[in-house]
């Protein structure tokens, strides 16, 4: 508390202005709301029965419009055959001519497609900077701080986060941050938001696996990567807001032949658009892999990126020391249809358009815990609105409204309500949070800010 009464009292700070000036103008028609399909009725060939699928919630006879990126998927198709809904999420997302994150505009703002909890408001920020000192402190305070964002987005969490530290005690030589980003574009708006500069991409660094190096506003050692396996070894905090939810999922549902992935073909047909879901014909090796013989859900949605992450991250945190916080939306084991697009902050068909909008699955919380249970202490997930009043999110609220100029109040509170209403992202939103094995009576008796103890019976 101490801490968070230092981080209240801070005078020096600036409020981050938010354009437009009402925030609510970000969010126009980004609610989370079910989506309205049709059924279609497949022969399922291998047993000659007819299959009931939820397909699309089109019923135009009128084909879309064509994409550079849709032109690769149906070469790839036509030779290879129909893709899982894995891979297309891969190419869609991060192929390197034309897909998303890869080769799009700015996605961010009331501009882009969707906004992040920092871009909403600057305390979200700030108290994930207080977390970090907090459990860094707790955990001996090693120096320097090693400091790993996965997809840091524009950058501007690390910014925030950044700036607490700094106000605490740490910046400088005493932080190293190391960023793992896919998108060439979205490293140079990271890096001249906090360093103020650019630098010329790496092909082959010597001193290392980055693409880019630079030296932040306050001094301190910043690297970018293309995987989490190049960044170099050490006790680490570690932090993933809206990552995970981006990694591609496997899709699969029950049916009276056992289960069936979905796949996504060519649609030559009268369907709304260029590509068309299908259930595999027999039982795939993935479905053979992921899916449990107790599993209760018709449908079923399983990341295997998200368990080679936490692997890594169980492998590192474990003998390196150190401390994760996820920060996305998600469940605990219990929800099944997930997979969506988002344009222009609504919903789209991921079959429109291919490389146009983000395409997202809700993240399995349970299924993270999974795999790391064996090695890690984990906490949560909580919600949102759970961990940002517990670290104190409203008192640093009521701080900046003496402070701020009159124009600024409005941003600040509906930002505030934004992050911690149930009705909007309070609920939603998940916060969840891995420690060494080893530190676990010491976790018991000093549990991590804003998080309950949340540990299994033994």
């Given at each position: 508390?101490?801490?968070?009464?230092?981080?209240?009292?801070?005078?020096?700070?600036?409020?981050?202005?938010?354009?437009?000036?009402?925030?609510?103008?970000?969010?126009?028609?980004?609610?989370?709301?079910?989506?309205?399909?049709?059924?279609?009725?497949?022969l399922s060939q291998s047993e000659g029965k007819n299959e009931d699928y939820i397909m699309s919630q089109s019923n135009s006879m009128k084909k879309t419009k064509e994409t550079p990126l849709l032109k690769q998927l149906q070469c790839r198709i036509k030779f290879?055959?129909?893709?899982?809904?894995?891979?297309?999420?891969?190419?869609?997302?991060?192929?390197?001519?034309?897909?998303?994150?890869?080769?799009?505009?700015?996605?961010?703002?009331?501009?882009?497609?969707?906004?992040?909890?920092?871009?909403?408001?600057?305390?979200?920020?700030?108290?994930?900077?207080?977390?970090?000192?907090?459990?860094?402190?707790?955990?001996?305070?090693?120096?320097?701080?090693?400091?790993?964002?996965?997809?840091?987005?524009?950058?501007?969490?690390?910014?925030?986060?950044?700036?607490?530290?700094?106000?605490?005690?740490?910046?400088?030589?005493?932080?190293?941050?190391?960023?793992?980003?896919?998108?060439?574009?979205?490293?140079?708006?990271?890096?001249?938001?906090?360093?103020?500069?650019?630098?010329?991409?790496?092909?082959?660094?010597?001193?290392?696996d980055y693409f880019r190096k630079n030296i932040t506003t306050d001094g301190s050692s910043i690297f970018w990567y293309r995987h989490l396996t190049s960044v170099p070894r050490g006790f680490t905090m570690f932090l993933a807001n809206e990552f995970f939810d981006?990694?591609?999922?496997?899709?699969?549902?029950?049916?009276?032949?056992?289960?069936?992935?979905?796949?996504?073909?060519?649609?030559?047909?009268?369907?709304?658009?260029?590509?068309?879901?299908?259930?595999?014909?027999?039982?795939?090796?993935?479905?053979?892999?992921?899916?449990?013989?107790?599993?209760?859900?018709?449908?079923?949605?399983?990341?295997?990126?998200?368990?080679?992450?936490?692997?890594?991250?169980?492998?590192?945190?474990?003998?390196?020391?150190?401390?994760?916080?996820?920060?996305?939306?998600?469940?605990?084991?219990?929800?099944?249809?997930?997979?969506?697009?988002?344009?222009?902050?609504?919903?789209?068909?991921?079959?429109?358009?291919?490389?146009?909008?983000?395409?997202?699955?809700?993240?399995?919380?349970?299924?993270?815990?999974?795999?790391?249970?064996?090695?890690?202490?984990?906490?949560?997930?909580?919600?949102?609105?759970?961990?940002?009043?517990?670290?104190?999110?409203?008192?640093?609220?009521?701080?900046?409204?003496?402070?701020?100029?009159?124009?600024?109040?409005?941003?600040?509170?509906?930002?505030?309500?934004?992050?911690?209403?149930?009705?909007?992202?309070?609920?939603?939103?998940?916060?969840?949070?891995?420690?060494?094995?080893?530190?676990?009576?010491?976790?018991?008796?000093?549990?991590?800010?804003?998080?309950?103890?949340?540990?299994?019976?033994?």
């Amino acid at each position: 508390m101490a801490i968070l009464g230092r981080l209240c009292a801070q005078r020096v700070w600036q409020v981050r202005p938010l354009h437009p000036s009402n925030i609510t103008e970000y969010f126009k028609g980004f609610v989370f709301q079910k989506r309205h399909f049709r059924i279609v009725t497949l022969l399922s060939q291998s047993e000659g029965k007819n299959e009931d699928y939820i397909m699309s919630q089109s019923n135009s006879m009128k084909k879309t419009k064509e994409t550079p990126l849709l032109k690769q998927l149906q070469c790839r198709i036509k030779f290879t055959g129909p893709l899982t809904i894995c891979d297309y999420m891969k190419e869609a997302l991060i192929n390197p001519l034309a897909g998303y994150y890869a080769a799009g505009p700015d996605m961010f703002g009331s501009s882009g497609d969707y906004v992040t909890s920092p871009e909403i408001s600057q305390m979200f920020g700030e108290m994930i900077g207080v977390w970090v000192f907090n459990e860094w402190y707790k955990l001996g305070s090693p120096r320097p701080l090693q400091l790993v964002e996965l997809g840091p987005g524009r950058g501007t969490l690390m910014q925030d986060v950044l700036r607490v530290l700094k106000q605490l005690g740490l910046s400088g030589t005493d932080v190293s941050i190391h960023l793992v980003e896919v998108s060439p574009e979205l490293s140079q708006i990271q890096e001249q938001k906090l360093c103020g500069t650019s630098s010329q991409y790496i092909e082959n660094p010597e001193d290392g696996d980055y693409f880019r190096k630079n030296i932040t506003t306050d001094g301190s050692s910043i690297f970018w990567y293309r995987h989490l396996t190049s960044v170099p070894r050490g006790f680490t905090m570690f932090l993933a807001n809206e990552f995970f939810d981006a990694l591609p999922v496997h899709k699969f549902r029950k049916t009276d032949s056992g289960w069936r992935e979905v796949l996504i073909d060519i649609d030559e047909g009268d369907g709304p658009h260029h590509l068309r879901y299908l259930l595999s014909r027999e039982a795939t090796p993935a479905s053979k892999v992921f899916i449990k013989s107790g599993e209760t859900r018709d449908d079923f949605e399983v990341s295997p990126e998200t368990a080679v992450f936490c692997s890594e991250l169980a492998m590192r945190i474990e003998a390196d020391g150190g401390a994760a916080l996820i920060m996305d939306y998600g469940h605990h084991g219990k929800s099944c249809n997930t997979f969506r697009a988002f344009k222009n902050h609504s919903l789209h068909d991921p079959l429109c358009e291919p490389g146009t909008a983000d395409l997202t699955a809700d993240v399995d919380f349970g299924f993270m815990k999974e795999q790391v249970d064996e090695r890690l202490i984990t906490f949560g997930p909580v919600t949102q609105s759970f961990f940002l009043v517990n670290m104190g999110m409203e008192q640093r609220l009521h701080r900046l409204l003496r402070t701020c100029k009159e124009e600024e109040r409005k941003n600040l509170i509906s930002g505030y309500k934004m992050l911690t209403d149930p009705k909007q992202m309070g609920e939603r939103f998940k916060f969840f949070a891995m420690f060494p094995g080893v530190v676990k009576s010491f976790l018991v008796k000093y549990p991590p800010a804003g998080f309950y103890v949340d540990f299994d019976k033994e």
